[in-house]
C-alpha cells in the first residue's frame, strides 16, 4: 500500500506558474504508474497527465499538451506536475495517484491510491 501527499496548490494569476509534488510513503514508488487529475466544482474528475514507472513515457490531456509537465524522482519516491501558463480554466483540486498496473493509465479506473487533493486556483 502506498499513501499519497500532495503540495504546492494556491491561488495564480492567469499566465502565472506552480509546481505540484506528491510524495508517496514506502519503499515501493518505482514499481508504480503514477497520475495527476483534477476535479473542478460540479464536475467529472478528469485525466490531466501520467507518467510510467520508469518515466520513459508521459500522457498529457490535449487541453495540457505543451503547458504542464509530469515528472517524478524514483529516489525521492516523488511525482511532480510542473503548470506553465495558466488558465482560469485549470481551476480544480488536484490530485496525484498510483496504479499497480500500468495499463491505460489515462483512465482514473486503473488507479489504486488517491491522496487528498491540492487546490489550484488561477484569477483571470
Known amino acids: 500500500q502506498v499513501q499519497l501527499v500532495e503540495s504546492g496548490g494556491g491561488l495564480v494569476q492567469a499566465g502565472g506558474s506552480l509546481r505540484l509534488s506528491c510524495a508517496a510513503s514506502?519503499?515501493?514508488?518505482?514499481?508504480?504508474?503514477m497520475g495527476w487529475f483534477r476535479q473542478a466544482p460540479g464536475k467529472e474528475r478528469e485525466f490531466v497527465a501520467a507518467?510510467?514507472?520508469?518515466?520513459?513515457?508521459?500522457y498529457y490531456r490535449d487541453s495540457v499538451k505543451g503547458r504542464f509537465t509530469i515528472s517524478r524522482d524514483n529516489a525521492k519516491n516523488t511525482v511532480y506536475l510542473q503548470m506553465n501558463s495558466l488558465r482560469p480554466e485549470d481551476t480544480a483540486v488536484y490530485y496525484c495517484?498510483?496504479?499497480?498496473?500500468?495499463?491505460?493509465?489515462?483512465?482514473?479506473?486503473?488507479?489504486?491510491?488517491w491522496g487528498q487533493g491540492t487546490q489550484v486556483t488561477v484569477a483571470s
Open positions: 514506502g519503499r515501493t514508488f518505482s514499481s508504480y504508474a
Open positions: 507518467i510510467t514507472r520508469s518515466g520513459s513515457s508521459t
Open positions: 495517484a498510483a496504479a499497480v498496473r500500468e495499463h491505460n493509465i489515462v483512465s482514473r479506473y486503473q488507479y489504486n491510491y
